[in-house]
């Protein structure tokens, strides 16, 4: 069954092969998702800064009744930071609307701000947020990190 599948992750973390979306669920009710997705089987719980349902997500993780390392919880850096200090706050942010030790994966939700999406050319600011997650994979905060809505060239950028 898919629900108990996983692909593993170039640094060995496995991932699960399917997961539960939370964009457009607000903070209100995600945890009731959560909640709900875990007990059919889901260990793989997506979120975002953007979304601002962080806080509920973790509450959907906690009483969940499953142990948290037995879930996957992914994260994404708001799209619009650009730069290494605000990455890294931003990050030790969603740690703590999260309140969890580590974020199991954390991407830059895109290579451009969405007010601009597709738009100019953000490759500085992406080596400065890609540095800022290097550095709190290096520190423990994360166990894997990568990217969202990358074009190739934005990749190979980085």
Known sequence: MILNENYTLSN??????LGLGTWRVDDEHVADAVRAAVEIGYRGIDS?????NERGVVEGVRTSGVPRDELFVTTKLAA????RAGAAAAIDESLEKLDIDY????????????DDFRGGDYFEGNREAWAALEDAYQAGKIRAIGVSNFLHRDIKNI
């Open 80 to 83: 619009e930071i650009k730069d």
């Open 103 to 114: 974020i199991d994966l954390m991407l830059i939700h895109g290579p451009q701000p969405w």
């Open 12 to 17: 060995g973390v496995e991932i699960p092969k």
């Open 48 to 52: 975002a800064q953007a979304y601002g």
